[in-house]
């Protein structure tokens, strides 16, 4: 990449980041223009949901607690029953990319503003793609309306967010960026935002597994998630993305995990392809090494490294390297289905990235 000639797109998002700041709930929605949100959030944050809902008053339309992983299209149908019946004109998502891909969902056939509380570091608050899952398979678009208007980080809302899950969500996030730094499209400005995402959540993830609650650490972690969903929905991913849509979409692995697993094995296999890109990332990560740094980032801390421990099967992975190559995409280097294999192999047994 380099300052000679580029193309850089911005995304028109209106961004509201800090401690309690989820008290502006209100004069987000009048600045956005609009009078009634219904309020989206998964099962498992029925109490949050009701709480944002119960704050804004007569300005919730209702609250819809069903959000799911991957948008299942009956579920969207719904939501977008639910959305057209109770005369909402926005749809406010809360939690993480469950909640905030359901309400692309609406958004996309509706054109109804979204405005997003992000909960994990997933980042999709900060893109204009979107999911929908049909009859097993998902497919995945880019449609500019449902980008999030206004986005409120509030780190608090994310205290409770185990460890566990914090580790990986946050290595996710380190994904969008790591791949940001060698894409095809990427440009100096996202560039910057991806060096910088990256370093404050490897500065901020260790402080969380000392410590859940340090706030400051919790605020540093949602800052670098912001910067790397932004990368996301800038540029274009490659291989790392492709294999964990492939894991996450035809063997059903959770999400953020198999993105923390495969991510240093992706890296080494691109690492000679694209040394700049490698070396901006090892020095976010404060190591010599970029594939080896986040292997690292995630063992100690605690996150799985091994796709086995996760619930894929050995005998999947001659299908899972299949379906990696079956489209052609752009990769820094080409896709070699040997080396695909047995990246594939070491993600599997949790084997250090070679
Ligand atoms: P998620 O939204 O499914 O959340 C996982 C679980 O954690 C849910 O039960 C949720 O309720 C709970 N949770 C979330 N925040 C919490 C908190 N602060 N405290 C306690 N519990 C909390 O998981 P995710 O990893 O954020 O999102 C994954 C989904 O998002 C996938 O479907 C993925 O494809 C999609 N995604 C889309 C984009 C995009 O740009 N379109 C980007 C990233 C992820």
């Not at 004109?89 to 056939?109: M, Q, R």
């Not at 998902?138 to 914090?166: A, C, F, Q």
């Not at 995402?197 to 670098?224: E, K």
């Not at 492709?242 to 992706?266: R, Y």
Request: aromatic share 4%; proline share 5%.
């Amino acid at each position: 990449m380099s300052t000679s000639g580029f193309v850089y797109n911005g995304r028109a998002t209106r961004v509201v980041f800090g401690s309690g700041s989820r008290v502006h709930l209100e004069r987000e929605l009048l600045a956005l223009g609009v009078k009634r949100a219904l309020v989206l959030c998964s099962p498992e944050q029925h109490a949050l949901g009701a709480s944002l809902a119960e704050q804004l008053g007569s300005r919730s339309a209702d609250l819809f607690d069903r959000a799911a992983m991957h948008v299942p299209i009956e579920l969207a149908l719904e939501a977008r029953t639910v959305a057209a019946s109770t005369n909402a004109d926005c749809i406010l998502a809360v939690g993480g990319g469950s909640a905030i891909g359901l309400a692309k969902a609406i958004a996309l056939e509706s054109s109804l503003p979204v405005l997003a509380v992000p909960t994990t570091y997933a980042g999709s608050e900060m893109t204009p793609i979107y999911g929908l899952t049909e009859a097993g398979l998902k497919r995945t678009g880019t449609d500019i309306r449902v980008l999030p208007k206004t986005v409120i980080y509030d780190p608090d809302l994310t205290l409770t967010l185990p460890v566990g899950m914090s580790v990986t969500s946050g290595i996710n996030a380190i994904a969008h960026a790591a791949e940001g730094l060698y894409s095809r499209d990427a440009n100096p400005l996202t560039s910057l935002m991806a060096e910088e995402g990256i370093t404050a959540l490897s500065r901020s993830l260790p402080n969380i597994v000392a410590n859940p609650g340090d706030r400051s650490a919790r605020a540093d972690a949602l800052y670098g998630s912001w910067l790397c969903g932004a990368v996301l929905g800038s540029v274009g991913m490659a291989l790392h993305h492709k294999l964990c849509h492939t894991l996450g979409g035809s063997f059903n692995l959770p999400h953020a995990p198999t993105h923390t697993i495969v991510l240093p094995h992706a890296l080494a296999y691109n690492a000679e392809a694209a040394p700049d890109a490698m070396k901006r990332i090892a020095r976010a990560v404060g190591h010599e090494n970029a594939a080896q740094g986040l292997f690292e980032l995630a063992r100690a801390n605690g996150a799985p490294v091994a796709l086995k421990e996760i619930g894929m099967r050995e005998d999947q992975l001659d299908q899972a390297a299949d379906i990696s190559c079956s489209n052609a995409y752009w990769n820094p280097r080409p896709l070699e289905r040997d080396a695909i294999r047995a990246l594939l192999q070491r993600a599997f047994e949790g084997s250090a990235p070679s």
